[in-house]
Nanobody, 121 residues
């Protein structure tokens, strides 16, 4: 399985971005896709995750109400719509796949490369 994350960039405070995590290769019947972020000098944080079949969803408190995770199973793609962005959202965002629904990065064994999100005026 390979993951390709994209959609990062520079955005002003209050703006929006949509990140995309495209999955290819031999894909399990049941899996969870998680979005994680790591800002300079900070620990990696689980932002959101979703299961491919029953659509269970998790949001970190820091993004609840602002970020929306969604999936397109036909395209094997997961999206993260990020609204009302603040400078505190600046980080490298990575997506990963794991066999269980979990917000902890340790539960995810396959990772894509990160995409940088910078929120600045």
């Amino acid at each position: 399985v390979q993951l390709q994350a994209s959609g990062g960039g520079l955005v002003q405070p209050g703006g929006s971005l949509r990140l995309t995590c495209a999955t290819s290769g031999v894909i399990p019947d049941h899996y969870a896709t998680g979005w994680f972020r790591q800002a300079p000098g900070k620990e990696r944080e689980g932002v959101s995750c979703i299961t491919n079949d029953d659509g269970m969803i998790f949001y970190a408190d820091s993004v609840k109400g602002r970020f929306i995770i969604s999936k397109d199973n036909a395209k094997n793609t997961v999206y993260l719509r990020m609204n009302s962005l603040t400078p505190e959202d600046t980080a490298v965002y990575s997506c990963a796949i794991g066999s269980t629904f979990d917000s902890n990065a340790s539960a995810y064994g396959i990772w894509g490369q990160g995409t940088l999100v910078t929120v600045s005026s």
